[in-house]
């Protein structure tokens, strides 16, 4: 079965800093991950996702994240936070075989951004 | 393009009142998700459909809980009667399982209050 573990419930981090939210996952398969953010009040939004091929991989609003199978990791990482920025961020892997419509989610980080 | 599609965006009820959540889909995706989002046990997947049958049940909590899918744009999810212990935020999101990753495209969302 699928995990994700997401290190670091509550990060803060300066505006201009860098900004890293950590993500390991557990997959008996080739894994499809994927990076969500949730604004207060508001649903999910995908950021990024892996599939295959380059494995890094470029979302929206300046966001990237690195899959390392050899880590079983799949790190967020923006070069400079905006006040902006300050949401919850949840990391999910896809099921595999018949469960493959199944995301199984962290419990998510919690980014603080200070002026 | 419009996203996926939820009311009403707040419910405040009584205990033991019949609650009904709406959803529209993105136009399209083929697959319906039910989730619910609390503090204590973060997002929880209630139920899947896929062309508008039920696939994955298992995580409806009770009897009290029920979910129809009459077509390919609306779904509704039913709490008869309601309790308190059913505050949360209810999300809706849909895929398109034909896309590679299947990623899901989230609701704004449902917050119930149940007093």
């Known amino acids: 079965a699928q995990s994700v573990t997401q290190l670091g419930s509550h990060v803060s981090v300066s505006e201009g800093a860098l900004v890293l939210l950590r993500c390991n996952y557990s997959?008996?398969?080739?894994?499809?991950l994927f990076w969500y953010v949730q604004y207060p009040n508001q649903g999910l939004q995908l950021l990024l996702k892996y599939t295959t091929g380059a494995t890094l991989v470029k979302g929206i609003n300046g966001f990237e994240a690195e899959f390392k199978k050899s880590e079983t990791s799949f790190h967020l990482t923006k070069p400079s936070a905006h006040m902006s920025d300050a949401a919850e961020y949840f990391c999910?892997?896809?099921?595999?075989?018949?469960?493959?419509?199944?995301?199984?989610f962290g419990k998510g980080t919690l980014l603080t951004v200070n002026p | 393009d419009a996203g996926v599609i939820q009311s009403p965006r707040h419910e405040v009820t009584e205990m033991g009142q019949e609650v009904t959540l709406r959803c529209k889909p993105i136009?399209?995706?083929?697959?319906l998700f039910w989730y619910r989002q609390t503090m204590m046990r973060g997002l929880e997947l209630l139920i899947y459909?896929?062309?508008?049958?039920?696939?994955?049940d298992s995580g409806m909590p009770e009897d009290r809980f029920s979910a129809k899918m009459p077509n390919a744009s609306f779904s509704t999810l039913k709490i008869q009667p309601s309790e308190p212990r059913d505050s949360a935020v209810y999300f809706c999101?849909?895929?398109?399982?034909?896309?590679?990753?299947?990623?899901?495209?989230f609701g704004p969302g449902t917050r119930l209050t149940v007093t």
């Open positions: 459909f896929n062309n508008n049958v039920p696939i994955d």
């Open positions: 999101a849909s895929s398109d399982p034909g896309a590679q990753a299947y990623e899901q495209y």
């Open positions: 999910a892997v896809r099921g595999s075989g018949g469960s493959n419509y199944k995301l199984t």
């Open positions: 997959s008996s398969v080739p894994p499809y």
């Open positions: 136009s399209g995706h083929n697959s």
